[in-house]
């Protein structure tokens, strides 16, 4: 479990990041300018740099600055790793993370489109073994793996739901299913939900406390940070932006409805008009590609889409009034070509007000951003995991 907002065990893990992230990016801070920097007091820096040496992941030493003696801390390598897995239509990402967030290795493989959940299961062990080979590390020095799977995600019965893209995968326990295959405690989370918090928390951090991230691929997935938590909704299906209607009597869609942007502004639809126009099979990043060097056909697409998903963020940016969107998945490669009419069509529609500081950009992690959230979601589960056994 992810410490209760407002807890006394998420404040002080928030403040033990702080601490950590202050003296990782500094390479070593005297505990007065840990201070300063974090806007903590003397004394509490004092216990978190107590609680971080106790777990190995600071050293402490004393120094002489300036005639006085102070203590000088020093970042030591996390003690452990953790996974982070990206599963998507036709692609698995995973990378080996040390407890600091430093990324140790990363590897990805094609999913074949279509996959049973056993052969994917198979193949994520099959990178998560190559990925220890290659940094060089046991197998019991991981703690935590955190998995991120297309579609909504049942919360209770941690399965894929309907509307997912891998239909193949319905009806299992996938967070069980993936700890027997890894061998790991397990956490699953939406993909887009994922893209959000690595967006959100992988470090430097966003400095804003609510943002709507948006997964461009085959379908439209989206993940919302609301005051600085990610949000799942009731159900865990809070966020899914691509079954927003659009139009009550438009196309139906595969979640059952009618008139969803994903619908509307289907991608197989385009990827079907394009490959028509040009006499060849066009995927997604055959799109992009085309979209890039100025392909008219390719590039109307690209706006057509960006219109109809800019009339459904507007929507969203007046309901919860984020301080920032940010576009990911492989069509945000496309960049000012998507973001522009993205921007026109969300500032046209949305309330002033809601706009006028709002900043939309490319995640700036690109197709990374998932995973990242990923691993981010195992870190977390190994925090609490310490600071669970220590009360
Ligand atoms: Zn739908």
Request: charged content about 20%.
């Given at each position: 479990?992810?410490p ?8 002080r ?22 201070a ?15 609680l ?21 801390v ?6 452990g ?10 692609h ?10 430093t ?96 967006e959100y ?11 709507l ?36 009597v ?21 990827l ?21 060097d ?35 998945g ?18 046209q ?35 609490d ?7």
């Amino acid at each position: 479990m992810i410490p209760r907002p407002g807890s006394t065990a998420s404040l002080r893990q928030t403040n033990l990041e702080a601490v950590l992230r202050q003296v990782r990016s500094a390479g070593g801070l005297v505990q007065a300018e840990i201070a300063r920097r974090t806007g903590l007091s003397a004394a509490t820096v004092t216990n978190l740099v107590r609680l971080l040496a106790e777990r190995g992941q600071v050293a402490v030493a004393p120094t002489l600055i300036n005639g006085r003696r102070s203590q000088l801390v020093t970042p030591l390598p996390g003690d452990g790793y953790i996974l982070g897995v990206d599963i998507g239509r036709s692609h698995i990402r995973a990378q080996l993370v040390d407890l600091g967030h430093t990324v140790a290795g990363a590897d990805h493989v094609r999913l074949e489109p279509g996959s049973s959940s056993q052969r994917g299961l198979e193949l994520t062990a099959g990178l998560y073994a190559r990925l220890l080979s290659d940094v060089g590390i046991d197998r019991s020095a991981v703690r935590h793996a955190g998995v991120g799977l297309p579609g909504p995600l049942d919360r209770a019965n941690r399965q894929i739901g309907a509307a997912t893209v891998l239909p193949e995968w319905m009806g299992q326990d996938l967070e069980e299913r993936f700890a027997a295959a890894l061998s790991l405690p397990v956490m699953i989370d939406n993909d887009a939900n994922l893209g959000a918090l690595g967006e959100y928390a992988w470090p430097p951090g966003r400095e804003v406390s609510s943002l709507l991230y948006i997964r461009l691929a085959t379908g439209v997935g989206g993940g919302l940070i609301l005051n600085g938590q990610l949000y799942h909704g009731a159900d865990g299906t809070a966020g899914e932006i691509g079954h927003l209607s659009l139009d009550e009597v438009g196309p139906l869609c595969r979640c059952g409805n009618r008139g969803c942007l994903e619908a509307i502004a289907s991608v197989p639809a385009f990827l079907g008009v394009l490959s028509s126009a040009l006499q060849r099979p066009v995927d997604v990043d055959a799109w992009v590609g085309l979209a890039r060097d100025g392909h008219v056909t390719a590039v109307r697409l690209i706006e057509d889409l960006a219109r109809h998903l800019g009339a459904t963020v507007a929507n969203v940016v007046n309901l919860i009034n984020p301080g920032l969107v940010l576009v990911g998945g492989p069509i945000a490669a496309v960049g000012e070509t998507l973001l522009a009419p993205l921007r026109a069509e969300v500032r046209q529609r949305a309330m002033p007000a809601a706009t006028s500081r709002l900043v939309i950009e490319r995640s700036r992690w690109g197709d990374d951003a998932e995973v990242y959230g990923a691993s981010r979601l195992a870190l977390m589960a190994v925090w609490d995991e310490t600071s669970t056994s220590e009360r």
